[in-house]
Nanobody, 124 residues
Framework: QVQLVESGGGLVQPGGSLRLSCAAS????????MGWYRQAPGKQREVVAR???????NSADSVKGRFTISRDNAKNTVYLQMNSLKPEDTAVYYC??????????????????WGQGTQVTVSS
């Protein structure tokens, strides 16, 4: 069983900063891409930023220059540093990871995993 546990969400004023963390745990063999998505009320889930296992990143145009994604492979953790936050950044933020696990029979199995989501609210 694999778990992705997010932390760091909360309420912040416009122009403020937050740092989200997402730690993966379980019978992990390897993790390839990791990323952050968000879903605002009444809207579809959208990609915010993704990072490959060797550190290549890409991000949505709406957050370029304000958000930075990074990862610590030794800790199986991905981060999202969010600066200059705007009210339109308000959403539930979800962590995502492509993880290969070792099952009880010693077989490697890969699939997508999601965190439970953390609320980010930007408001004065």
């Amino acid at each position: 069983q694999v778990q992705l546990v997010e932390s760091g969400g909360g309420l912040v004023q416009p122009g403020g900063s937050l740092r989200l963390s997402c730690a993966a745990s379980g019978r992990i063999f390897s993790i390839s891409a990791m990323g952050w998505y968000r879903q605002a009320p009444g809207k579809q889930r959208e990609v915010v930023a993704r990072i490959s296992s060797d550190g290549m990143t890409n991000s949505a145009d709406s957050v370029k220059g304000r958000f930075t994604i990074s990862r610590d492979n030794a800790k199986n953790t991905v981060y999202l540093q969010m600066n200059s936050l705007k009210p339109e950044d308000t959403a539930v933020y979800y962590c995502n990871a492509d993880i290969t696990v070792v099952d009880n029979g010693g077989i490697l199995r890969g699939r997508d995993y999601w965190g439970q989501g953390t609320q980010v609210t930007v408001s004065s």
